[in-house]
């Protein structure tokens, strides 16, 4: 809760306000005081967005869709103003830490108190669903634990069953963590969706870690659907209680119902000693007229730097609020190489340029050894240094040939072909994670030098020069969209931009002699060390694919030595 600001004004409605209580993307909510001294929570849209016929159209869902849920789990509305500008909301004011702040002051919660919470939440999520409306961005902010019982806030992007979902053409609602595959893959939001999220939200009571880790939100969303839900060191009852609501399979999580009378409360939440602890948690209300709370405009002159740097919203999901009552944005703009280097590369003094305007001395490929570099026609090129060797993950003498390569990170690596090219050329956005002067590549139609197209394609690969020590690797091609597994296209209502790694080859050793790899036949998808599925046809994704040559060490040690690609039609 924050004092309010000179800008502030005085009033919204007939409502006195008395603080700032969060702000973010949509719009900022105050702490406010009806005419006859009742205390609400109003959110406020921001102007810049009110022509903004989406924010208008999820604004007004929110409303009524806090007018439709009316249970003892959630904030009633008190009023609303949709006709003109300013358009806000205000419910009924929670006092109370949200779980996300209980946690982070006390540490995880007790095996019984958490067994509580389950039950309680899950009895809110059975209201909220009796009304046909899905919460879809339950997380450890939008629970307040009220001395009355846990409260679920937030609805700003909840839906009903009849409603379709308002959300940015390619990505799914929700806070990475707390999302559920289905919601990710297919935007498949339904009644099994929150309980993940309430799954996800009671490993993070239980651990006090986020359910999938934290870091770059495409990365946190790839774990959710692939990996485990981390619930380490929790007691083995509660930790199969939450994994069945984290199933990944949504038939293959228990109903509401189920999941209350499997955790067996006997007794209210509120008389669990360390629930009612956490009332003390909650912030002060001011009782001071606003005027009084209000602070200056900023004057312009020096000021303290932070004693850290601030995190981004998805540094780690259980962060402060952003938005209304603790919503994270579900996008955020970061580096476009943030996420792809592995953890085994390292780089060293030679060949990297320091400064702006550095010269990178040139180095050959680890484990290579310089025959004069002969080039692709076999004539002498231009010499090579002498330079040592170098290894990037250890001596790579002692490997064995890795079966498959499969993905780490979110694969941000594009091709976009050039619209002036008669040839097929294009480019990449992001540079290689390792230097590969001594590296060959071709992608063409396969029994032609033609560009591919359609059909099948034919992938070369060699060195200039002949490698010491094995020198393994994989190319990955990926389709312009993310692709439904069950029909081997697009996601339909909209074209995601893939981040996987695509479909890969098997790694081949190569030396001076041309590989060459047909695509589809030899390439499929790897997830956990298994077939996920056969590539598919190219004329499935008509557009810009992108072909990445990997330099493996082992399934999950590699990085980019070439990007090239082609354009499907």
Known sequence: MDVLKAQDPARIGAHTLLARLGA?????????????????????????????????????????????????????????????????????????????????????????????????LAEGLAAVHAQRVTHRDLKPQNVILAAQGPQLIDFGIARSAAQTALTEAGFAPGTPGYTAPEVLLRNEAGPAADVFALGATLAYAATGRPPFGSGEPAGVSYRAVHEPMDLEGVEPGLAALIGSCAAKEPADRPGLGELIAWCGVRSALVEDVFYAG????????????AASFRTPAASPGPSAAPAYPPLGPHDLPTAPPAYGYGYTPTQTVRSAAAGRRKPWLIAGATGLAVGLGA???????????????KGADGASGAGATSAAPTTAGGDESKLQPPAYVEETNPSRDFWTADPQSQHGEGTCNL???????????????????????????????????????????????????????????????????????????????LGTEWVYLTYPDDFRQIVRG?????AIPVANDPGDWTVLFLHVQAPQKYVTIDCRGFVSK
């Open 24 to 120: 973010g993307g949509m719009g900022q909510v105050y702490l406010g005081r009806s005419p006859g001294g009742r205390l609400v929570a109003i959110k406020v849209i921001r102007d810049e967005i009110v022509d903004h016929p989406e924010a208008l159209a999820r604004f007004r869902r929110e409303v009524e869709t806090v007018r439709v849920v009316r249970s003892a789990y959630t904030a009633n509305l008190i009023d609303a103003s949709l006709e003109t500008a300013p358009y806000w909301l205000a419910t009924e004011y929670v006092p109370g830490p949200t779980l996300s702040r209980a946690v982070a002051a006390r540490g995880p919660l007790p095996v019984e108190t958490c067994r509580g919470l389950l039950a309680a």
């Open 278 to 289: 956490l009332a003390e948690l909650a912030e002060a209300v001011p009782s001071t007229p």
């Open 359 to 373: 010269v990178a001395a040139f180095t050959l490929l680890p484990g290579m050894k310089d025959e004069g570099d």
């Open 431 to 509: 540079p290689m994670e390792e230097r590969s002067e001594q590296f060959l590549g071709s992608v063409a139609e396969e029994g032609s030098d033609a560009p591919y197209t359609s059909g099948k394609g034919r992938i070369g690969l060699r060195l200039k020069a002949a490698a010491t020590t094995p020198y393994y690797v994989a190319v990955a091609v990926k389709s312009p969209h993310a692709i439904d597994a069950d029909t081997g296209k697009p996601f339909e209502g909209g074209l995601q931009a893939n981040v996987d790694l695509g479909y890969t080859s098997k790694p081949v050793a």
């Open 530 to 534: 298994k077939k996920a599925g056969d």
